[in-house]
């Protein structure tokens, strides 16, 4: 069975692209535009067509979101300054971002300076992150997950999953279409 949109998945995302079926659920007539609030009643949604904001049932609207290996270059450097601010202080400019899919056979996204030990990596399949070249001692945990790149990643439409629900079962479920303009890579 099909999962539907829920306005606890459509909250997490807030400010995401939507693609709709308005009128009365209706498949040949969906519309996208962006999601700007969200009520007991469906989704507020600003569509470019119409001037004033539209609210439509929260089951009738998938999320269209970015998968988290198409991340972009500042993107992928904002994460890396949330997990590890003490490295940005000097070396604001100069951070490399680089995607190495071959070495790994997954996205794995790694986020370095060239007169810096540590690096961020980014796995893209399993959401996760981690600090190269520091100890545990140091940073009081080895893969990190703060709440605040999930966030982050969120506000920016990256698909990064919901609760249970992996990344890719949101793409399964029919809860979120892929955006296929391309972001980063």
Known sequence: MEQKLTAAIAASYFGADVICAPYGGQPNRKITG???GLNNHGIDIKFP???SPHQIATDQCQ???????KISDED????AKIIMPFCFTNRKNGWKVTRDYAVTGYPYIKIHHPKKVWSVQIDATLINFD???MEDRVTGQH??????????????SYNIGYGKYTA??????????????????
């Open 131 to 133: 600090v190269d070249g």
């Open 168 to 185: 890719q079962d949101l793409v399964n479920e029919g809860v979120v279409i892929i955006d296929t303009k391309n972001k980063g890579i």
């Open 34 to 36: 962006t999601m700007i």
């Open 143 to 156: 893969d990190m997950k703060p709440v605040e790149v999930i966030d982050y990643l969120r506000s920016r």
């Open 76 to 79: 992928a450097v904002e994460v």
């Open 63 to 69: 999320l269209i979101l970015t998968p988290l290996s």
């Open 49 to 51: 067509e119409w001037q």
